[in-house]
Structure formats: C-alpha cells, structure tokens
C-alpha cells in the first residue's frame, strides 16, 4: 500500500471534473473493513452450513420431541415444512455473506493493485448487501404490523 501516489487535479479545469480522489487514508479504511468483511462472511458461511445440517437432522429432533412432548404444537408441521424453514432461513443467512465475501476480495484487489473496477464492483456488492437487509428489514417491520392488527382485530372479535 505504500507505494501508490494520491492523484490530484493540477488545473482548476481539472478539478471541475466530477471525481473522487482515494486519499491514502481512504484506502487503508477500505483495506481494514475488506479484512473485517471477508471474517464476517466466513462466519456466515459457517453459520449457514450450520443451518443447513440442521435443517437436514430437523426429522430425528421431531422424532425425539415427539416422545417427550407428544401435544407439542410444532410438531403439526411436520419435518419436511421444518426442512424447507431451515433452508429459507440458511438462504437469507448465505446471500448477505456471499456479498460481503465478494466486497471483501474486489476491495482488496482494488486496494493492493489500484484496480478502478475491482473498487466499484466493490461498492457494487456493498450496495446489493444493505439493499437486501434494508429489503428484509422492511419486509420484517410490515410483518410486525400485520400481526399487531391480527392481534387487536382477534381481541377486538373476543
């Protein structure tokens, strides 16, 4: 990282160009979240296996919870239904950590061989990971609301 030169505009002309100047101090903060990303993205690769193994073992965990607790309601669903929860749930965990994965190893290319496009396919998949939390942080908000009416809807039938 040392030996990149920050680029400046020369001429006035020059600066009315519409450009971001990558000072030095901005490369060292996309290098250390590039390093800080990649070990949140290998923990999400974890984590989604986690939950995919889980959601192939959910028959035997059904199995036994029906011998000790035989009224248990979730138990009604079944395990192929736990299966595809699982699944959707290790889905919704992989996505966000591919991207992160992605932003990790185009930032660091960008960073070390002062790669333009890697730096914006970079941002490129930072983007598309908040996009998707902020997408799903929506879409949890609106269920919440939804079950705040059923609820006072059901009271209100009471």
Do not use: H
């Not at 992160?100 to 496009?117: E, G, H, I, M, R």
């Not at 930072?126 to 006072?152: A, D, P, Q």
């Amino acid at each position: 990282m040392d030996n990149f030169e920050e680029i400046k505009p020369e001429l006035q002309e020059d600066a009315e160009v519409d450009a971001l100047w990558i000072t030095e101090d901005i490369r060292s903060y996309i290098y250390d979240a590039a390093k800080w990303t990649r070990f949140l993205s290998i923990v999400g690769f974890v984590l989604t296996a986690m939950c995919v193994m889980s959601a192939f073992s959910v028959a035997p965990m059904l199995e036994a919870l029906s011998k000790t607790m035989p009224g248990n309601p979730m138990l009604k669903l079944g395990p192929a239904v736990w299966t595809i929860v699982y699944l959707l749930f290790a889905l919704l965990q992989f996505y966000p950590s591919f991207l992160l994965y992605k932003f990790s190893t185009s930032a660091n290319k960008a960073v070390l061989f002062a790669d333009q496009p890697s730096l914006g396919e970079a941002i490129s998949k930072l983007k598309s990971f908040f996009k998707f939390w902020g997408i799903l942080t929506l879409v949890i908000i609106s269920l919440y609301i939804l079950m705040i009416v059923l609820v006072i809807a059901g009271q209100a039938a009471v």
